[in-house]
């Protein structure tokens, strides 16, 4: 088996938009896993990561631990083994099932949804830290840059190294 090569993640900037549209149009354009109808061109992918970078990052690492966040979530349109797996391999388990929430493409699809505890819940909680403040923590720039995984071909999950 051929390993992959390790895949570096960071935050998002602003400048991504356009590799972040090229990513994207195929789940909106030749599948269902997005309910969106038209892709995003590269600017409007430029203004959801400026709009979500203003409060947490485009990404989902030990950052958000760092930032204060208790638990992350994820919905995934159904059928998606491949999603399936890569949540399950990055130890998200499910919480429920929407059935027949979207139409596209001539089917009705069910969306997943599933949850991963990130850190452990405590009573009074402060507030999490908005991604501005966040970058200023050292902690949080150790979390970001430690942040790559190895994909395994064989299962198309991914393992955190």
Not at 51 to 56: D, G
Not at 86 to 115: M, N, S
Request: net charge negative; charged share 25%.
């Amino acid at each position: 088996m051929t390993e992959a090569p390790d895949i570096v993640i960071r935050l998002a900037v602003p400048d991504d938009g356009e590799a972040l549209s090229d990513i994207y149009r195929p789940a909106v354009a030749d599948c269902s896993t997005s309910f969106e109808l038209e892709p995003p061109d590269g600017a409007e992918m430029t203004r959801r990561v400026c709009r979500v970078m203003e409060r947490t990052p485009w990404l989902v690492l030990a950052g958000l631990v760092v930032q204060g966040f208790r638990n992350a979530y994820a919905g995934i349109t159904l059928p998606n083994p491949a999603s399936e797996c890569f949540h399950a391999a990055l130890g998200f388990t499910p919480v429920g099932v929407y059935r027949g929430i979207g139409y596209k493409q001539g089917a009705w699809h069910d969306v997943i949804w599933l949850e991963r505890p990130l850190a452990p819940r405590v009573l009074d909680p402060p507030l999490p830290a908005w991604l501005p403040e966040a970058r200023e923590n050292p902690l949080f720039r150790k979390a970001i840059e430690a942040g790559t995984f190895r994909a395994d071909a064989r299962t198309e999950a991914a393992r955190w190294h």
